[in-house]
């Protein structure tokens, strides 16, 4: 399914973002595993956690051992339409997804990727 490929090239995206910042302020992120640690269970990075937990639901539904529904499908992305909404006024996840993406160019071109997957899956 294209849209799992479009979230985890997002999640990827903010969580190089988030790193970066949180390195600035904290130092350097000594290894793959501490940062792996950092995302689930700091403070900083908690705000990812629905982007993570929806790239687990599209797992879980493309694993499953029958072929999801139609209904299934168009349900799930529409909780992807509805999560990938930035909002300048809004809070958790909403307001910090808009600051990634005001201040880094690579969450950008995955969220438009991932826009533009479920713009082809619409059609």
């Known amino acids: ?9 997002l999640h990827k995206a903010l969580i190089v ?6 390195e600035r ?3 350097r992120v000594g ?10 269970n700091d403070p900083w ?8 937990q929806m790239v687990i639901r599209v797992d879980e ?18 909780e992807v339409r509805a999560l990938i909404r930035p909002s300048e006024e809004g809070d958790g996840f ?10 880094a160019p690579d969450v950008i071109f995955a969220h438009v990727e991932v ?3 479920l713009m082809k899956v619409a059609a």
């Open 17 to 22: 973002a988030e790193q970066l910042t949180y």
């Open 45 to 52: 990075f908690t705000w990812l956690h629905p982007l993570s």
């Open 61 to 78: 539904l493309l694993d499953d051992d029958m072929d999801p529904t139609t209904v299934e499908v168009e349900h799930l992305l529409a």
């Open 94 to 103: 909403e307001r910090s997804y808009y600051e990634a993406l005001q201040r």
């Open 1 to 9: 399914m294209d849209i799992r490929h479009g979230l985890l090239g």
């Open 31 to 40: 290894s793959t595993g501490q940062l792996l640690q950092l995302v689930l």
């Open 115 to 117: 826009k533009k997957i």
């Open 25 to 27: 302020i904290n130092g």
